[in-house]
T-cell receptor, first 112, second 113 residues
Framework: KQEVTQIPAALSVPEGENLVLNCSFT??????LQWFRQDPGKGLTSLLL?????REQTSGRLNASLDKSSGRSTLYIAASQPGDSATYLC???????????FGKGITLSVRP | DGGITQSPKYLFRKEGQNVTLSCEQN?????MYWYRQDPGQGLRLIYY???????QKGDIAEGYSVSREKKESFPLTVTSAQKNPTAFYLC????????????FGPGTRLTVT
């Protein structure tokens, strides 16, 4: 059974810092991996999708990498801003019908 | 604007009552999903549907039911058999195929007292 882990559960950084959020998964037979952002009380916003054949994807200040063989992904946020404060979830797509398995998320707080 | 709508945003029910949560999408997506989110937990899959008139149980289907009579609609009924129904419910959709991205609606917060 696929398990997704995100550690730590919470992170607080000063504004302007570059940071890395980690995600690990137990079964390397994935189709793709998605990173999402969730603001309090809101739905999920897709940030980046990495296919299993890709190593990384970039969107603005965000860069996500995937190392399928080691079961790891990282989300790099450059020059963090208070507006980046949110919970970041990673999810992997595996198995029949490409169901997503989610980590519990990392709650990020960027201090002004 | 294309997107996924969920209504209502907040829902309150008394214990023992069934309640139906709405999910509509105008993205022409084939697959639709229902997830449940509890504080400090990852999202857990309740039901999903790949095509109209077909759906499968997810990891925590007990106490829930769904229908998929139209491509754009995938309502979720929380029955009185669900032991802990208070949660945040999220609907998602994607186009057909294993490599596509899932998109989420804004969610419905259900409180049962």
């Amino acid at each position: 059974k696929q398990e997704v882990t995100q550690i730590p559960a919470a992170l607080s950084v000063p504004e302007g810092e570059n940071l890395v959020l980690n995600c690990s998964f137990t079964d390397s037979a994935i189709y793709n991996l998605q990173w999402f952002r969730q603001d309090p009380g809101k739905g999920l916003t897709s940030l980046l999708l990495i296919q299993s054949s890709q190593r990384e994807q970039t969107s603005g200040r965000l860069n996500a990498s995937l190392d399928k063989s080691s079961g790891r992904s990282t989300l790099y946020i450059a020059a963090s801003q208070p507006g980046d404060s949110a919970t970041y979830l990673c999810a992997v797509s595996t198995g029949a019908n490409s169901k997503l398995t989610f980590g519990k998320g990392i709650t990020l707080s960027v201090r002004p | 604007d294309g997107g996924i709508t969920q209504s209502p945003k907040y829902l309150f029910r008394k214990e023992g009552q069934n309640v139906t949560l709405s999910c509509e999408q105008n993205l022409n997506h084939d697959a639709m999903y229902w997830y449940r989110q509890d504080p400090g937990q990852g999202l857990r899959l309740i039901y999903y549907s790949q095509i109209v008139n077909d759906f499968q149980k997810g990891d925590i289907a007990e106490g829930y039911s769904v229908s998929r009579e139209k491509k754009e609609s995938f309502p979720l009924t929380v029955t009185s058999a669900q032991k802990n129904p208070t949660a945040f419910y999220l609907c998602a959709s994607r186009i057909a195929g294993d490599l596509s991205e899932q998109y989420f609606g804004p969610g419905t917060r259900l409180t049962v007292t």
